[in-house]
Each structure stands twice: as structure tokens, then as C-alpha cells.
């Protein structure tokens, strides 16, 4: 094998649902991925990098917070701050830079690398190169919101 990257799954198990799926600590982002219609869209050709919150990542939002986000009323904020999770691109972890990087929903990412990689500020990637046959997936600690989204006003 000449891949030096012997550590990571050299069999690609499916879309990036399927892998997100069969691993239980992205239960709560499959279930969001669900509520918010975006199963088919992240199943298609891609290709994407998704910074995948894990459960704990979720569990560390305010209380109520997840609940309320699912709700029908929020589904249009639910989506933006998961599409803000997305690169429209295949990013592997030895290509990552530090700088702004465009997602999906239209915001910018500022990405940190230095002692490991940070997203803005607050997530660390904990995780990477997780295999998808349309992509790859980063695993962070910590759910990132959009600047012009009011988490807190949806628990009021």
C-alpha cells in the first residue's frame, strides 16, 4: 500500500450520511440533518467537507436549545446553521490553511492552524479525514452558529 495514511479507513463505506449515520456519535447531527430536509442534499455528488458536530458537541448548547432548533417554525435556521457546517469542496486535513473559508449556507469560517486547527475560535477539530464516497468529514467539539443567527432568541 503506498498510502501513507494507514491510520484512516481505506474503504470508502458510502455518502457522507451513510458514514455520519453508522457512527452513533453523530446521532444528533443525523437527526438535525434530517429535520432539516438535507439528507438528499448531502447524499448528492458533492463534493463537501463537512465540520461534523459530535453528540456532546450538541449536548453542550443551551438547554432547550437542540429541541427548539428542530421545531418546524426554526427550520429555516436550523438549515443555516448546518449548511454553515459545509465547504462546497473536498478539504483533506494536510490541506488545510489557516484563513476565511466560503461555506455552503454563505458565511465565512475563519480556520486557525496552530497547535491543531480551531474553527472560529471555538471548535477544535478533534478528528479528520473521515472517508465519504462524495467528500470528507472533520470532527469538531463544538456547534458553530452564524454571526446573524440569535440561538438564544429561539428559547424565548
Do not use: R
Not at 7 to 14: K, M, Q, R
Amino acid at each position: 500500500m503506498s498510502d501513507s495514511s494507514t491510520d484512516h479507513a481505506t474503504e470508502t463505506v458510502g455518502d457522507i450520511v451513510a458514514v455520519a449515520s453508522a457512527n452513533e456519535s453523530f446521532s444528533t447531527l443525523v437527526a438535525a440533518v434530517s429535520a432539516a430536509g438535507l439528507v438528499e442534499t448531502l447524499q448528492g455528488a458533492g463534493p463537501f467537507t463537512v465540520f461534523a458536530p459530535t453528540n456532546e458537541a450538541f449536548a453542550a448548547l443551551p438547554a432547550g436549545l437542540v429541541d427548539a432548533l428542530l421545531l418546524e417554525e426554526n427550520h429555516e435556521t436550523l438549515v443555516k446553521i448546518l449548511t454553515y457546517h459545509v465547504v462546497g469542496a473536498k478539504v483533506m486535513a494536510a490541506d488545510v490553511a489557516s484563513g476565511d473559508v466560503a461555506t455552503v449556507e454563505g458565511s465565512m469560517l475563519s480556520v486557525v492552524v496552530a497547535d491543531g486547527v480551531k474553527i472560529n475560535g471555538s471548535a477544535t477539530v478533534t478528528a479528520t479525514d473521515v472517508m465519504a464516497s462524495n467528500g470528507v468529514i472533520h470532527v469538531i467539539d463544538a456547534v458553530l452558529v452564524p454571526a446573524d443567527v440569535d440561538a438564544a432568541a429561539l428559547l424565548s
